[in-house]
């Protein structure tokens, strides 16, 4: 029987510590978005109802129209869903408004909700869904930050139109830790 030639141990060994070296830098390069989007520990929907300025946000399809004045209206309505009244306005200087509802999705924080703007009838089709998650707010209720869970949204939010720059600043830093690019929001003429 023929001896088989010895290999070192070493080629196994360096490729093995190049794999590591590269899912260590991988790891390392992506720390945040290897983490679920963390939610407010809790939000109590009765103090979150009432009308929200939009103080920044990420540029979206839905709001392309939206030049300046961006608010939304939440309030409560049957089987405690919400009712969401966006409202801004345009580059014709005119008022543009639409209305949706909204459902929580996660009754333990109330933190985790679903919106929708399609008609009613359409609800029962999963993709008129979208994620909206308050990922931040304040003790008293006037600023909050909302996102989503793919980090593709984000809404800086506040009961005034207009917030002071370290408040603003500290939401910011905040969402940046939670994986968000946060070179991409855009301030809201208010």
Same mark, same amino acid.
């Not at 946000?57 to 869903?81: H, M, W």
């Not at 005034?160 to 939401?171: C, D, G, I, R």
């Given at each position: 029987? +023929? ?33 679920? $989007?963390? #939610?407010?520990?809790? $939000?109590? !929907?009765? &103090?979150?109802?009432?009308?929200? *300025? ?6 979206? &399809? ?11 209206? *939440? ?5 405690? +869903? ?20 909204? @459902?929580?999705?996660?009754? #333990? ?6 919106? &929708?703007?399609?008609? =009613? /009838? ?6 008129? /869904?979208?994620? *909206? /998650?308050?990922?931040?707010? %304040?003790?008293? *209720? #006037? ?6 869970? %793919? &980090? ?5 939010? =506040?009961?005034?139109? @207009?917030? =002071?720059?370290? $408040? ?15 070179? +991409? !929001?855009? @301030?809201?003429?208010?």
């Amino acid at each position: 029987m +023929k001896a088989l030639p010895h290999r070192p141990a070493c080629g196994f060994m360096q490729r093995l510590g190049l794999a590591t070296g590269a899912v260590i830098l991988l790891q390392a390069a992506m720390p945040a978005l290897a983490q679920e $989007v963390r #939610t407010a520990a809790s $939000v109590d !929907l009765p &103090r979150y109802l009432g009308r929200w *300025y939009e103080i920044a946000k990420f540029p979206n &399809r839905f709001q392309k129209q939206c030049v300046r004045e961006t608010s939304a209206d *939440y309030r409560l309505i049957e089987d405690g +869903k919400i009712e969401v009244a966006n409202r801004c306005k345009t580059a014709a200087g005119v008022f543009e408004v639409a209305v949706g509802e909204a @459902k929580v999705i996660d009754k #333990t924080s109330n933190a985790k909700l679903q919106v &929708r703007f399609a008609p =009613s /009838w359409l609800s029962w089709l999963p993709m008129v /869904w979208g994620d *909206y /998650w308050i990922i931040e707010r %304040d003790d008293a *209720y #006037t600023v909050a930050t909302v996102g989503t869970p %793919d &980090r593709d949204h984000l809404w800086i939010l =506040s009961r005034t139109p @207009k917030l =002071s720059n370290a $408040v603003y600043e500290n939401l910011v830093d905040n969402a940046t830790k939670q994986g968000f690019d946060t070179a +991409k !929001l855009v @301030k809201t003429p208010q």
